[in-house]
């Protein structure tokens, strides 16, 4: 019997992309810097002149799953990083965008092969947001370690 577990270390040749949402950036500014901090700690070259780690803005989380697509499907990434805020208001605006995010970024991680760690966080208020990016815990520290065990385990698997 085979068992087949991730480490997290930042392994020899890992190339992760980080796709981050500029709406909100209150917040993911927050998420992306505890991913960031949880990489380095870990092994990853995070340096502006980094040939790991590479950096994706877009406008907001609906627009996530299009760029995570072709940075997945690039060939270039063994991970892609997801990182955005949605926050509930007065209109089914966040509904659409939660749902669309959601089903868009598992979709490309099926259709490419390469694990997509979902960071987009869902939530009513601005300050359960700003709870989880940082003022209780950095929730992108755990996005960096998910990032990292599914990069190692995706090389561990055979195929």
């Known amino acids: 019997m085979a068992s087949f577990e991730g480490t997290f270390t930042g392994a020899s040749g890992l190339r992760i992309a980080i796709v981050v949402a500029r709406f909100n950036d209150l917040v993911t500014g927050k998420l992306l810097s505890g991913c960031l901090d949880c990489l380095g700690r870990h092994g990853i070259d995070t340096a502006a002149t980094s040939s790991q780690l590479d950096i994706a803005w877009v406008p907001g989380s609906f627009e996530i799953p299009l760029v995570a697509q ?46 997509v760690i979902f960071g987009v966080l869902t939530t009513d208020t601005m300050q359960q947001a700003l709870e ?15 990032a990292l065990e599914m990069g190692s385990l995706m090389a561990a698997l055979p195929g």
């Open 70 to 115: 072709r940075l997945a499907a690039s060939g270039r990434y063994q991970v892609v990083i997801t990182l955005g805020a949605v926050i509930r208001g007065d209109t089914p605006h966040f509904d659409v965008v939660v749902a669309e995010v959601s089903k868009g970024v598992a979709a490309v991680g099926r259709s490419t092969g390469v694990p």
């Open 132 to 146: 989880r990016a940082g003022i209780k815990s950095n929730l992108g520290w755990n996005y960096g370690l998910q």
